[in-house]
């Protein structure tokens, strides 16, 4: 048998440490380098055989982790939504902590120390894809990938995307808790070989290319942050006000750059939240300022079909003297804010599902729009994802795939209040940008906004809560990454040999005394 593990009380004490230090990864604090020991200490609290304690010792770190993490959660719906949402993301970690008593039975792995980190991270990143598909469509919050966004593994996502750098963030943790056990046993050729590994895969990335130069042109693009009164599920009471920000925004731009200075202004979600197309006035008013600007506007805004009580959350490219020319609608509504499933049960819980008075219906087609460029003398392939849907690694590598030479990600953050909502969709924009070699702009109605190379580094970017505005070329490119030319394969990967990796160890404890089980890990 092999060595005990920590005590019962310790073993959780080390898991809710483990939840929070992994929290500090993220934005705001942002300490990329706290990802690796926040699992490490997961791995080991988990050095005990039980399925059912291990599970609990993952709700716990889930529970540590995810409470701090989406704290705008609260800010946006509420105390009982932001508990329940960080217990339901949490629970997926419980399974993982299953999951690894079932597989880390099989003979091979206890036995093995580099087999277990294998085994760990694949089980690890089968949990992250998991919870990024169900239920309502998944809630990617959190991955270990997005944590990444300053340190050196970010660009490896140009190689495998998101599951890549999720592995090795969570093989990194295991090898430093493997580590720590082989100097409790004064195993110092263990501990430098182990350490040295943890190094060499977190320099890896420094020797990974990163090509930011533009392959067809640049675009002048210009970002406007108009600004909303106060933050919070009140901030778009008064949506002419909202409207009129962009539109000042919009003439600020002109003023600085002049008539036909810019090739694009881009505006964010819910920039108008009138339809233009259905309301004369406010036609006219953007017609406008498109004029003035001598330049399309990529607006924000929400249409309302007349064949049904729902709604489309909807960008509309906007030709001066034309109006909408291309369109895009929001694929992936966010469940619980955008559209309330099952309503009649959770009403109890929360009074903010009334807000929600139409939901939400998903769009049908790829986020990308095409922008006629006179400088170029040619189309440009824009692509676009709205909000929560960076998040998604199927919905922004579609935009790729299906030509975008550049990102949009519009935004609109002002019901997170000053929370760190934005900072950490701000990373994820970053994570997108080097995973597909796109430069991607970010831009909210309140901030931050941001203009992203193609190898993750912002060049611009706003403060929370002010209006102001972006301008600058940004490199067009149409060459794929591989991670965009593997497309869903590294999860596939991932998740089978999950299944197999579980499989193989349930059978193998089948064989093997339950007081022969290992209690611990070398």
């Known amino acids: 048998m092999q060595p005990h593990g920590p005590s019962r009380w310790w073993s959780a004490v080390l898991a809710a440490l483990g939840g929070v230090l992994t929290w500090t990864a993220f934005p705001d604090i942002g300490w990329w380098f706290a990802a690796a020991p926040g699992i490490g200490l997961l791995f080991w609290a988990m050095r005990r055989d039980s399925a059912r304690w291990n599970a609990l010792l993952g709700l716990i770190w889930g529970v540590a982790f995810f409470l701090p993490l989406i704290t705008w959660a609260d800010e946006a719906v509420g105390l009982v939504p932001w508990i329940a949402l ?49 239920p309502f469509g998944g809630f990617p919050w959190g991955r270990l990938a997005f944590s990444q966004a ?29 580590t720590w056990s082989a100097a409790r046993g004064f195993a110092l050729g263990a501990v430098l070989t182990r350490l040295g590994a943890v190094v060499a895969v977190m320099m890896v990335g420094l020797v990974v290319p990163m090509d930011t130069r533009a392959e067809d042109g640049t675009l002048r693009v210009a970002a406007v942050q108009g600004n909303v009164a106060q933050p919070g599920l009140d901030a778009f009471a008064q949506r002419r006000e909202v409207l009129d920000n962009h539109l000042d925004g919009t003439a600020a731009v002109t003023e ?34 498109a004029q003035a600007a001598g330049a399309p506007i990529l607006i924000g805004t929400v249409e309302y079909p007349a064949d049904s009580d729902g709604r489309y959350n909807t960008a509309l490219l906007w030709e001066p003297g034309v109006g ?184 193998g404890a089948a064989r093997i005394r339950r007081d022969d089980r290992p209690e611990g890990a070398q």
Not at 115 to 123: I, K
Not at 267 to 278: F, M
Not at 469 to 479: E, N
Request: charged share 15%; hydrophobic share 50%.
């Open 86 to 134: 960080s217990v339901a993301e949490a629970g997926f970690i419980a399974l993982f902590g299953a999951a690894w008593s079932w597989a880390r039975r099989g003979e091979a792995v206890w036995r093995t120390g580099w087999l277990q980190v294998l085994v760990f991270a694949v089980l690890w990143v089968a949990v992250e894809e998991a919870r990024s598909a169900v």
């Open 324 to 507: 909408p020319v291309d369109r895009y609608s929001k694929q992936h509504p966010a469940p619980f804010a955008e559209y309330i499933p099952i309503r009649e049960l959770v009403r109890p819980f929360s009074s903010a599902v009334d807000l929600v008075t139409r939901d939400m219906l998903p769009g049908t087609e790829p986020g990308v729009l095409s922008l006629d460029s006179p400088r170029l003398e040619r189309t440009v392939t824009v692509g676009d994802v709205i909000c929560f849907e960076v998040a998604y690694d199927a919905l922004v590598r579609e935009s790729v795939t299906e030509g975008a030479e550049f990102l949009v990600v519009q935004t609109n953050n002002a019901s997170f209040g000053w929370s760190a909502e934005s900072t950490q969709q701000l990373a994820m924009s970053r994570f997108r940008a080097v995973e597909s070699g796109r430069a991607t702009v970010q831009v909210s109605t309140v901030g931050v906004s941001a203009v992203i190379a193609p190898n993750g580094a912002v060049a611009e970017s706003t403060a929370l809560f002010t209006a102001d505005h972006l301008v600058a070329s940004i490199p067009l490119r149409q060459s794929l990454t591989p991670a965009t030319r593997l497309g869903p394969w590294p999860a596939w990967v991932v998740a089978g040999l999950a299944v197999v990796m579980t499989g193989a160890g349930m059978v």
């Open 150 to 178: 300053d340190g050196p593994l970010l660009a490896l996502a140009r190689l495998g995307g998101a599951p890549l750098v999720s592995l090795l963030v969570a093989g990194a943790g295991v090898a430093l808790a493997l």
């Open 256 to 289: 600085q750059v002049g008539a036909g200075g810019v090739d694009l202004i881009l505006w964010p979600e819910n920039g108008t939240d009138i339809d233009p197309q259905a309301d004369p006035q406010v036609w006219a008013d953007i017609d406008a300022a």
